[in-house]
């Protein structure tokens, strides 16, 4: 096999295993996300959504128990202006 296969190749391999992990991280994995206060049961997040809730200051990540909690109960916070 000459050089230039190879080159072809690895990057064929290197585009679909990055298209195969892009499909896993939008639609197949998930997080379980723990309300604010309480012992109530968590709730699965996408990972989409769960970007979302983080860039707009909706989730964080407790120190103490190590999981992620919401910031907030009700109403989520609007987007954020930057």
């Known amino acids: 096999?000459?050089?230039?296969?190879k080159k072809i190749t690895a990057s064929v391999v290197s585009i679909f295993l990055g298209i195969v992990l892009c499909a896993y991280g939008l639609g197949l994995h998930a997080t379980a996300v723990a309300p604010e206060k309480g012992n109530e049961p968590a709730v699965m997040m996408r990972?989409?959504?769960?970007?979302?809730e983080a860039s707009v200051g909706g989730v964080t990540l407790d120190k103490a128990s190590g999981k992620i909690k919401h910031t907030y109960t009700g109403e989520p916070p609007k987007d954020c202006a930057t």
Do not use: G, Y
């Not at 096999?1 to 296969?5: F, G, L």
């Not at 990972?47 to 979302?52: R, S, T, V």
């Open 1 to 5: 096999m000459s050089s230039r296969a």
């Open 47 to 52: 990972e989409p959504a769960l970007i979302k």
